[in-house]
């Protein structure tokens, strides 16, 4: 069984490779990491990157309500609309969080075995397809995050470069909402 590997392990910083064929052995890969983003509940992982359980492959998997979607080699081939401020947390970084800036919509190019619509995931498909399509909200953030994992980038660098701040859960207020206190990260 494979875990989800945390900061500071180096192989979150390894170089990946594209899928050449969907075989056997990437359907395997795309099972566990399935398994394993089902797992992570509360929080509920909704992204989750091969490189972050060690294989050096380009491979990720976005969760879209109840649906977990692979996304092969995914390429952003443009980015469009405005660059807007989202908060973000890792599974390989637990407890920390951050705003980070990043373009509301990306045009990405990948393998799937779902089909898309303007509303998002629409139905299964027997074969993996390739596909360009243009993705905006919450998935076009997600999949940035991910991307970025599939080059050795983590979040936290983001939060660096862009100098903001990093955040951890203090606790609960009376009505259960997280309440968040600024954390100084030796990095
Ligand atoms: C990436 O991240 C993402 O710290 C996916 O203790 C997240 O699923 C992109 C998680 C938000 C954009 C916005 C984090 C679970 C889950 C934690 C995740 C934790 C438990 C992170
Ligand atoms: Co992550």
Known sequence: MLKILTLPNPKLRQKTKKVL???????????????????????????LAAPQLGIPLRIIL????????????????AVDGEIIEGFEGCLSVPGIYGYIKRPAIIHLKFLS??????????????????????????????????????????????ILEQKSKFYKIIGKDKDGKEVFEEVKLNL
Request: charged residues 30%.
């Open 21 to 47: 064929k969907v075989d056997k052995r990437i359907e395997r890969i795309i099972k566990e990491m399935k398994m394993i983003l089902e797992k992570s509940e509360s929080p509920k992982g909704i992204g």
């Open 62 to 77: 976005v969760r879209f309500g109840k649906t977990i979607v692979p996304f092969i080699n995914p390429e952003i081939t």
């Open 113 to 158: 075995n779902y089909r898309f619509d303007e509303k998002g995931v629409s139905s299964h498909t027997t074969y993996y397809i390739l596909h360009t399509t243009p993705l905006g909200s919450l998935s076009a953030r997600v999949i940035q995050h991910e991307v970025d994992h599939l080059n050795g980038i983590l979040f936290v660098d983001r």
